[in-house]
């Protein structure tokens, strides 16, 4: 079931766009399933249980069966970035995410952000006209900032909810966002190399991490125009395209293979008995999940990424402008 009515907002889009019917759809929830092997987020894990010590750990004690929260922050910068390259690869600028005045570790960083692609947080918003700052009908910034939000109490328009995680599956509740993982605390201890030290530990290192992930993070757009559910499937797909990548990973450890990431936007076509079914490892995809694939392969997922390409042209005059045959005229 949805969680509100929603209707597309498309009306500034000069061109019309064969999109689903809301009521077959389950926007405005976008369903990001997660695959990952190790995850160490730099934000920390919060858990709902004390950690047994290594003198006493048993694998069926209580207490090892962990569950708790991952943070969104660290998922969220992950998503925008992954949006930020996506509008970059178009041939438009991004939003910056940080102020002009931040006191950055390295001098002129932000200066040379601009140079590869960003423009600076906030210079996108049209300030000639305050009194349709928050008009649906008028574009008062570029789709990043627009998504994202920025300045004061404009939240943007994607809600990014923490991942709750269990190493019991049946706790785990797809529909709702959360996810199977295991969860430990590693602690590593760096030794001296030097032979007259005789290999004594120099510091010792805690972390927290997350073993064989599965699930999904659940996102939830404000307002559902199009080109923000065209952005949030291209940049996805980017994402698990470059998972590879160092600087498309997720978290921290990524030099020891944490972060890598596989993920796909579910079928916004499925129901929730079809969600559900994808994380069912007894069961293969039905007929009727194979056909929804088909159609929104051939039918609805160009027409979303279409006006996300109409919405960055609006933005830079020297892009092409998807018009009604689809070749910019």
């Not at 920025?150 to 019991?168: H, N, Q, Y």
């Not at 005789?198 to 073993?211: E, I």
Request: hydrophobic share 35%.
């Amino acid at each position: 079931m949805k969680e509100t009515e929603q209707t597309y907002i498309d009306s500034h889009l000069d061109f019309g766009l064969d999109l689903p019917p809301i009521e077959d759809i389950h926007l405005p929830n976008i369903y990001v399933a997660l695959e990952i092997d190790l995850l160490a987020p730099g934000d920390g894990i919060v858990t709902d249980r004390h950690h047994a010590s290594a003198e006493r750990y048993e694998a069926d004690d209580p207490m090892n069966q962990i569950e708790g929260q991952i943070s969104p922050f660290t998922l969220s910068g992950w998503l925008r970035h992954g949006c930020e390259e996506v509008v970059k690869l178009a041939g438009a600028s991004a939003c910056h995410p940080g102020e002009p005045n931040a006191d950055y570790m390295r001098a002129e960083t932000y200066e040379r952000d601009l140079e590869n692609g960003y423009h600076e947080k906030g210079t996108c918003i049209d300030a000639h006209d305050p009194d349709h700052a928050h008009d649906h009908e008028n574009l008062t910034g570029c789709v990043i900032y627009d998504l994202f939000g920025g300045f004061g109490a404009d939240p943007g328009k994607l809600l990014r909810r923490p991942i709750t995680f269990s190493p019991i599956r049946r706790h785990v509740d797809i529909l709702d966002g959360e996810a199977e993982a295991h969860y430990r605390q590693v602690s590593t201890h760096v030794r001296s190399r030097n032979d007259a030290d005789g290999g004594q530990p120099l510091r010792q290192t805690d972390q927290d991490v997350l073993g064989n992930l599965e699930g999904t993070w659940k996102l939830t757009l404000r307002e559902l125009k199009p080109e923000f559910v065209g952005l949030l499937l291209e940049a996805v797909a980017f994402l698990d395209t470059h998972s590879d990548d160092f600087a498309f990973q997720i978290g921290g450890a990524r030099n020891f293979g944490a972060g890598i990431a596989d993920a796909q936007v579910i079928n916004p076509l499925y129901t929730d008995q079809e969600i559900k079914r994808v994380f069912d490892r007894s069961k293969d995809a039905t007929a009727a999940m194979q056909d929804k694939d088909e159609t929104w392969r051939r039918e609805y997922r160009d027409e979303f990424v279409r006006a996300l390409q109409a919405r960055t042209a609006m933005r830079d005059g020297d892009l092409p402008h998807p018009g009604l045959d689809g070749d910019g005229t």
